[in-house]
C-alpha cells in the first residue's frame, strides 16, 4: 500500500521565513503550496504558487477546497512594527481579520488539518523585572499596535480551537534573523549598512535607533525546524515559544557586526529609526517545546551574524557592477 505524501500550505509565503521554510517542508518529503499577493515574487520550482489575499474569505475557502492540505502555516501578517505606527488600519485588517478569515475557511472544510498561527514574542510587551525569560502563561501587555494585534489573534486562535474543535496551534516567535532578511529589521539594517560602507557605497557612519533594548534572536532556520515540529506535534489550543532562550542588546549584535570588518566605522543615532514605545528586554522560556518536541536552536548567532553579512555583501557588490 503506498501512502499519500502529506501536503503543507504556506498561506503568505513570499516573505522571508516562507522560503526557508518552503525548503524545510520539502526536504522532509512534503508537498508544497504556497500563497502570495499579486504583486509578490516567488521563485521555487519545487513548490505550487497561488496568489491569494487573506482579506477574501471565499478565495481562501475555494484553495482549501482543491488542495486539501494536511497542515497550514499561516504566515501572512503585516509584520514590521515601524510601519504598524505609521499604518495601523492595515496592520489591524491583515493581522486580525486575515487570521479570522483563514480560521473561518479552514472551518468549512470536511475534514480537520493541523494549523499554525504565527504569533510574536511581542506580544508579551512590557515586561517587568524579574519575568525575563518569559513563559507562555505570562500576563500580556502589548506595548505597540502589531503586538495588539497578534495577542488578538493568538486569543480568537484559542477560542477555535476549543468551540469549533479545531486542530490549532499558536507560536509566540521571537526576532529571527538570517539571510535575505529584508532591512528594515534591524540585524539586516546593520549588515547592508556595513556592505555599503565597505563597497564605497556611503561614508564609515552607522546610524542606528535604541541600541540599549535587549532582544531574543534565533536563526531563522531553527525556527521554521521549530514550526515543523509543531504542527506536527503542538497540542490545539496551545501556544508556544520559539526563540533562544537569552536576550542581547542591540548594541552587542551592532559591535559584531562592525568587529567583522576591516573599516573603521562610526555610529550615529537616527531619530527616524527610534520607535514611540520600546520594550527595554525580551527574552523566550522555551521549555514548554522542548520538553514537547526536543527542539533546540542549533545555529550560534556568530555564525548567523556572519552569514548575513556575507549575504549583503554579496548583494551589493552585485548591484554596484
Known amino acids: 500500500m503506498v501512502l499519500a505524501m502529506r501536503k503543507a500550505m504556506i498561506i503568505g509565503a513570499a516573505g522571508f521565513v516562507g522560503s526557508y521554510l518552503m525548503q524545510n517542508l520539502k526536504k522532509g518529503g512534503m508537498e508544497v503550496y504556497v500563497t502570495k499577493l499579486p504583486h509578490e515574487k516567488i521563485e521555487n520550482e519545487d513548490a505550487r504558487i497561488f496568489n491569494l489575499d487573506i482579506l477574501d474569505r471565499e478565495a481562501i475557502v475555494s484553495l482549501l477546497f482543491e488542495i486539501r492540505p494536511d497542515y497550514i502555516f499561516h504566515l501572512a501578517a503585516q509584520s514590521s512594527v515601524g510601519l504598524a505606527w505609521k499604518n495601523p488600519g492595515l496592520t489591524i485588517d491583515v493581522n486580525i481579520k486575515g487570521s479570522v478569515n483563514v480560521m473561518d475557511a479552514v472551518r468549512e472544510l470536511y475534514y480537520k488539518p493541523r494549523v499554525l498561527l504565527i504569533g510574536s514574542g511581542e506580544e508579551y510587551g512590557h515586561i ?36 469549533y474543535d479545531m486542530e490549532l496551534m499558536m507560536v509566540r516567535a521571537f526576532n529571527h534573523i538570517g539571510p535575505t532578511q ?64 537569552y536576550a542581547i542588546s542591540i548594541r552587542e549584535i551592532l559591535d559584531s557586526i562592525i568587529a567583522l570588518s576591516p573599516c573603521d566605522i562610526t555610529v550615529e543615532v537616527d531619530a527616524n529609526k527610534l520607535r514611540p514605545v520600546d520594550v527595554p528586554i525580551i527574552a523566550a522560556d522555551i521549555s514548554k517545546i522542548r520538553e514537547l518536541t526536543g527542539w533546540e536552536p542549533r545555529i550560534s548567532l556568530e555564525q548567523t551574524i556572519k552569514e548575513t553579512l556575507d549575504y549583503w555583501r554579496d548583494m551589493i557588490k552585485k548591484e554596484s557592477v
Open 128 to 163: 517587568k523585572p524579574g519575568e525575563t525569560p518569559i513563559g507562555e502563561n505570562n500576563m500580556i501587555r502589548p506595548g505597540n499596535i502589531y503586538a495588539a494585534t497578534k495577542v488578538c489573534q493568538n486569543l480568537i486562535g484559542n477560542i477555535y480551537a476549543q468551540a
Open 182 to 245: 529584508a532591512p528594515m529589521f534591524v540585524v539586516a539594517d546593520f549588515c547592508k549598512q556595513v556592505a555599503e560602507i565597505e563597497q564605497g557605497l556611503r561614508k564609515p557612519v552607522m546610524y542606528v535607533g535604541n541600541l540599549e533594548a535587549k532582544r531574543d534572536f534565533t536563526d531563522v532556520r531553527d525556527v521554521v525546524r521549530a514550526y515543523v515540529l509543531l504542527i506536527e506535534k503542538g497540542i490545539p489550543g496551545e501556544t508556544y515559544n520559539v526563540g533562544s532562550g
